[in-house]
């Protein structure tokens, strides 16, 4: 299955990990963490659920078809 969408859900509490383990699609913000604009998910699979992975709280979410 390969990766098609990746969001980030409330509740980001700016740890960094998301942005430190896949920088390609995650950028973090003083409000929290974003997926960066037109990215291609299926390209950096490895690094997202890595970073879903870590994330501490769990707000890293991610679509697989």
């Given at each position: 299955?390969?990766?098609?969408?990746?969001?980030?859900e409330?509740?980001?509490?700016?740890?960094?990990?998301?942005?430190?383990?896949?920088?390609?699609?995650?950028?973090?913000?003083?409000?929290?963490?974003?997926?960066?604009?037109?990215?291609?998910?299926?390209?950096?699979?490895?690094g997202?659920?890595?970073?879903?992975?870590?994330?501490?709280?769990?707000?890293?979410?991610?679509?697989?078809?």
């Amino acid at each position: 299955m390969v990766i098609t969408k990746v969001w980030i859900e409330p509740g980001c509490i700016r740890c960094n990990i998301s942005e430190d383990t896949c920088p390609e699609v995650f950028h973090v913000l003083t409000s929290g963490s974003t997926v960066r604009p037109g990215v291609d998910p299926a390209l950096h699979e490895a690094g997202i659920r890595r970073a879903a992975d870590l994330c501490p709280v769990q707000v890293i979410r991610f679509e697989e078809r």
